[in-house]
């Protein structure tokens, strides 16, 4: 399979075209430090990490003149990179199967140009160029490196939130690095059970290739428990996992936690007005062990049905 099609390669040099040949030359002399600091900034907990050293990049080179050119300008060359970097990442199936809708998008929107860039498509889209960040399912990408501290467990344990997390951290060794996922809002086709299913799916075949990371894990409101009776139609996103293995970790409520939930439902919306409801950030935590087992009893159910 080819990373980049015609259609690909024409679409990012149009993007980096909007920019003077001199700007090009700059973001050319800067793109490769940029992608290492980037880079090694990717495994700390801030998932913005990667995005926040490439704009220090970017205003070092060109201070009060940067615009968003240059940041789509960025993503582009580095999307043309991507024949390399993906390869060597030495990804599953599951996941190189996703690359041509995925690219297809990113161009899609570099091209469109809007203004200002979101800061968290930003974000996604410097993951996602820099093999940071792949494909999971067509709603979710998957960080390929993310941490889960002792103290976030220490706390969960200390205000009341149940004691038995610290034996599943140990016995997941925990403390290795974990794979994480995110919502990509500007493609929410598979935002339903049986998109998580292949999100999850997908990051057992990565494990698989990468003995030394413990599990996934995903942080978010919607992992919320009160959300079973709630919205009960999101119950899924928290029962699924901890039917087959998974553990929880509450972190607490925010302000962004309360927005997003506030967002996208009325009922929600109301019941946090009127202060019967508390939106709370969990952290779905699946091990290794347990994650690959079920995806394989999945997979094995998949082929009998369609045998």
Do not use: C
């Not at 801030?46 to 993503?75: I, Y």
């Not at 976030?152 to 794979?179: N, T």
């Amino acid at each position: 399979m080819d990373t980049l099609t015609p259609a690909h390669i024409a679409a990012f040099e149009a993007v980096l075209a909007r920019v003077s040949p001199d700007d090009r030359a700059r973001l050319h002399a800067l793109k490769d430090a940029a992608a290492d600091a980037a880079a090694a900034s990717a495994p700390h907990w801030d998932f913005d990490q990667p995005g926040h050293r490439a704009e220090e990049a970017l205003r070092a080179a060109f201070g009060e003149a940067l615009t968003d050119d240059h940041r789509r300008a960025l993503v582009a060359i580095w999307a043309l990179e991507m024949p390399a970097r993906v390869p060597a990442a030495d990804l599953p199936t599951a996941v190189l199967e996703l690359y041509p809708e995925w690219i297809g998008r990113l161009a899609d929107f570099l091209i469109a140009a809007p203004d200002p860039y979101d800061r968290d498509f930003w974000a996604k889209d410097v993951r996602i160029a820099l093999v940071l960040s792949v494909p999971g399912a067509r709603t979710q990408m998957i960080d390929l490196s993310s941490p889960m501290g002792p103290g976030q467990i220490l706390r969960h344990a200390r205000e009341g939130w149940g004691w038995s997390v610290i034996p599943a951290y140990a016995a997941a060794q925990a403390w290795k690095p974990w794979l994480e996922v995110h919502t990509e809002s500007r493609e929410l086709s598979d935002f339903n059970e049986a998109g998580w299913d292949r999100a999850w799916a997908t990051a057992a075949e990565i494990l698989k290739r990468r003995p030394d990371m413990a599990g996934m894990l995903g942080s978010s409101w919607f992992y919320d428990p009160p959300l079973e009776q709630i919205s009960p139609r999101l119950a899924y996103l928290r029962l699924n996992p901890l039917k087959h293995g998974a553990f929880m970790i509450h972190q607490g409520p925010g302000d962004i936690h309360t927005q997003r939930a506030a967002t996208s439902s009325p009922t929600r919306a109301a019941l946090i007005e009127k202060g019967e409801y508390t939106a709370r950030s969990w952290i779905v935590a699946w091990p290794r062990a347990a994650l690959i087992r079920w995806a394989d009893a999945r997979k094995a159910t998949e082929m009998s049905e369609a045998a």
